[in-house]
């Protein structure tokens, strides 16, 4: 199976600060997918097919990579953002998880 | 809008069987694929396994001998068994709308197994 490693496992930005999380496969994968889950609720579709933005989320998101090595980026971090990230790859059964990426404010 | 909500109880013995459903609201199981994904303490998440229009099923292979997921199309249902069930199935149970990406999920159920 695929293993996805997110890093960092947790991290902390300020208002206004550029974010950036990463998600590494174990394999070659063609897209991939980011949820957001805020304590206590369900996980959300954020991006999809690597940089598509789920509706409702705001364009200061976007997603990139190819291959083994994908991120998704927060230009200007907001309170809002604050939430764990997750990677999921649909390229090869079984289809799995990042293991998560908590973000903070600062 | 596409709603979903899981039932079931959230306590299990271990060696016995999980049993949960998914209700769907605002659009017919017998369109797309329709998932289980847990996630465990700890923040792990595993998909589980998805249920098609058609009533075809894909499982994840680490489950393989124990679970079942089936439907009823009258009731805009999906199920979800997982059979001989130990501590380590301990998790938040999602059910969720797709069949390689999810887009719509359920508010979750907690389950413990725990004698």
């Known amino acids: 199976e695929i293993v996805l490693t997110q890093s960092p496992t947790t991290m902390a930005a300020s208002p206004g600060e550029k974010v950036t999380l990463t998600c590494r496969a174990s394999?070659?994968?063609?897209?991939m997918y980011w949820y957001q889950q805020k304590s206590g609720t369900s996980p959300k579709l954020w991006i999809y097919d690597t940089s598509k933005l789920a509706s409702g989320v705001p364009n200061r998101f976007s997603g990139s990579g190819s291959g083994t090595s994908y991120s998704l980026t927060i230009s200007s971090m907001e309170t809002e953002d604050t939430a764990t990230y997750y990677c999921q790859q649909g390229r090869s059964y079984p289809w799995t998880f990042g293991g998560g990426t908590k973000l903070e404010l600062k | 809008e596409v709603q979903l909500q899981e039932s079931g109880p959230g306590l299990v013995k271990p060696s016995q069987s999980l049993s949960l459903t998914c209700s769907v609201t605002?659009?017919?199981?017998?369109?797309?694929?329709w998932g289980w994904i847990r996630k465990f303490p700890g923040n792990k998440m595993e998909w589980m396994g998805y249920i098609s229009y058609s009533g075809s099923t894909s499982y994840n292979p680490s489950l393989k001998s124990r679970i079942s997921i089936t439907r009823d199309t009258s009731k805009n249902q999906f199920f979800l068994q997982l059979n001989s069930v130990t501590t380590e199935d301990t998790a938040t149970y999602y059910c969720?709308?797709?069949?390689?990406?999810?887009?719509?999920w359920g508010q979750g159920v907690m389950v413990t197994v725990s004698s």
């Open positions: 605002g659009y017919s199981i017998t369109s797309n694929y």
């Open positions: 969720a709308r797709g069949g390689r990406v999810f887009d719509y």
């Open positions: 394999s070659s994968v063609s897209y």
